[in-house]
């Protein structure tokens, strides 16, 4: 009897494992088409936008730009 539920268990542990190796991937999947997502926005931002949504970004490229050489 003991060694059925050893097996019972051990088949539970498995199943658990690969239940959370699945949701693993499916997060990585999920991150993935929000980076997809979230970069083709930015790619159809005009200028205005893009200083509006990065102000500080934007700042630093500008002080960055006038520096010389």
């Known amino acids: 009897m003991a060694d059925v539920e050893s097996k019972t268990v051990h088949a539970q542990e498995h199943e658990q494992?690969?239940?959370s190796i699945?949701?693993?991937k499916a997060e990585v999947s999920d991150f993935k088409a929000s980076a997809i997502e979230a970069e083709?926005?930015?790619h159809n931002?005009?200028?205005l936008q893009a200083v509006?949504?990065?102000p500080m970004?934007?700042?630093w490229a500008f002080v960055v730009s006038l520096q010389r050489r």
Do not use: G, L
Request: net charge negative.
């Open 17 to 19: 494992r690969n239940d």
């Open 22 to 24: 699945y949701a693993e």
């Open 40 to 42: 083709n926005a930015e």
């Open 45 to 47: 931002m005009t200028v």
């Open 52 to 54: 509006r949504a990065y």
């Open 57 to 59: 970004a934007s700042f």
